[in-house]
């Protein structure tokens, strides 16, 4: 019993707190969710549907009244490289074969097979690498071949890296900082030491263009 008194004590007064910041909130968002659900009900089309809510969402999201100087986030952080696939694999020294899928990669064979399988599809697929030694291998050539792209990568450095365009505002991020993650990263944005290491951690990104049955039909034989 007593929980649930708890429960409904503190829902009380985190209600009474946002009232209390903004006494308009309760009215606008009713009148937003009234609109929403009659532009819903007069859509025609799933586009059309999510214009509406994008819409609502829009117009109740709101500037705080209160500005941070400072704010954390963690904890995912790496290095995304784009390379081309084909070409990665020819610096690896990888003859062309049959295509076949691997739920989990161990070697540059099964990196070689699976990547086959998802082109010669024309699709995409994301995939673990178990080994770390040789992952970290395939990691360097990638990021060292002709033409790669590296981007900071992971979900918190790249909230981090928007926070950061906010002048008056520092950055924290906790998470698996290499050296070539901590250059690519904004000024405003601080790693704690615990959160700095000796390697980067990598995802790669093996691209193929669109319509090149050729290149497929060549690396599946």
Sequence with gaps: MWRKALG????????????HSDSELPERALHYLT????????????????QTISAAWEALITAPSRQWSRVAVGVNACVDVVVSGVGLLQ?????PGVGRDHEVLH??????????????????????????EIFQWIARAA???????????????????KLATYPQLTVLLCGPVGPKLHEMLDEQI????????????????LEYKAGN?????????
């Design 8 to 19: 409904v004590a503190v829902l009380a007064l985190s209600m009474g707190y946002f009232y």
């Design 213 to 221: 049955d050729a290149q497929a039909a060549q690396w599946s034989k």
């Design 190 to 205: 601080v790693v704690p030491p615990e959160s700095l290491q000796e390697t980067d951690e990598f995802h790669l990104i």
């Design 107 to 132: 070697s540059k064979e099964d990196l070689k097979e699976a990547f086959i399988h998802y082109m010669a599809k024309g699709a995409a697929a994301e995939r673990f690498f178990s080994d770390k």
């Design 91 to 95: 610096a690896l020294a990888v003859d």
């Design 35 to 50: 609109v929403t659900l009659r532009n819903l009900q007069g859509a025609s089309n799933t586009a059309a549907v999510e």
């Design 143 to 161: 990021a060292e071949y002709p033409g790669a792209q590296l981007y900071v990568g992971g979900n918190a450095a790249l909230i981090g890296q």
